[in-house]
């Protein structure tokens, strides 16, 4: 009598296995992939906030948290005004104010000055925003380097 090893039987049933069609879905690559989408967005995130280039003051006031997109005006060295990314000429800025009003004149709108720019300019943008209608003024600033 000699001994069965098994193994005839055992090689049908994994013939039989490979040709089955896997039912399981393999959700590492999108792991992979939602994590390498992650890393982008959180670099490139901080890039998009404001594209005018604009030299900021420090100060050590701290950081002010906002749940929106802010308005923001921006004077640069030069003078030239900037709605978000728009130039826009001193005498439009009421009217262009006044038609973005959405909720009222309850939003804030934050001030960009950049350090070299006149004093003067930057306080005149700012009483227009107030001759708009705009209570809510902050100016925006880099923190201190310590």
Do not use: C, H, W
């Amino acid at each position: 009598m000699g001994m069965s090893t098994g193994r005839s039987g055992g090689s049908r049933r994994r013939r039989g296995k490979r040709n089955q069609i896997m039912s399981e879905i393999n959700v590492t690559p999108f792991v992979d992939v939602m994590l390498v989408l992650l890393i982008v967005f959180m670099v490139a995130a901080p890039l998009l906030t404001v594209g005018v280039p604009i030299d900021l003051p420090e100060t050590q006031a701290k950081a002010l948290s906002s749940q929106t997109q802010p308005i923001s005006l921006s004077v640069n060295n030069k003078g030239q005004i900037f709605l978000q990314e728009t130039e826009i000429p001193m005498n439009e800025i009421v009217a262009k104010l006044s038609a973005i009003a959405k909720n009222g004149y309850e939003e804030r709108i934050y001030v960009r000055g950049d350090k070299t720019a006149d004093y003067g300019a930057v306080m005149q943008v700012m009483g227009l925003i107030s001759q708009a209608g705009y209570k809510r003024l902050a100016m925006v600033t880099l923190q201190e380097q310590k």
